[in-house]
């Protein structure tokens, strides 16, 4: 028999499995963050750094949905212009962008597994970095346009694409621990 108390427990249940979720993401969010942000904390390859922003958001959007995507994106782009020298805010909108796209991608045309992970990871990454290239050094008429993209940006690309899966292979070690404790 159904009664208000089972639908009490059930409710306050599924609050915290998303609340559990919810820290979960935000600690990996946190050592993500300093891996990228601190100077020596993640090895540069030929000048190369890792950015585990963009690909967190896109595995956090591939398990949580579109809304958990976009506040993901939200959180870690903010993390990224606390320290960033360019305009505040830009990190998070093009992250919130990133993670609501690759939810909605996820949960109405593709399927949740490697292969789609690092594909739209690729994409978030290059897109990111375009448009990045384009606000911060196009638009500014900068010198060494084309250096700055074939130099930085697209090593950066690659170096976080080629670290990707471990970091989607964490992702769905911590989802499938949280589907046992639910």
Known sequence: MYSFRNAARALADRITAGRLRAVIYVLIALVCYLAQMTPHGFPSVCGARILPLIPLTVFAA??????????????????????????????????????????????????????????????????????DWVLNVVLLRAEGMWSALLSVALPNCLYTFLLSPVLYLIFDLAEKQLRKWQ
Do not use: E, H, K, Q
């Open 62 to 131: 591939m398990y949580a949905g579109p809304v958990a995507g976009a506040w993901t994106g939200i959180l870690t782009g903010l993390f990224w212009d606390v320290y960033a020298d360019r305009l505040f805010g830009m990190n998070a909108l093009i992250l919130l962008l990133i993670g609501c796209a690759c939810g909605l991608l996820v949960r109405l045309l593709l399927r949740n597994n490697l292969l789609t992970a690092l594909l739209l990871c690729a994409v978030a990454l290059l897109s990111y970095s375009v448009v």
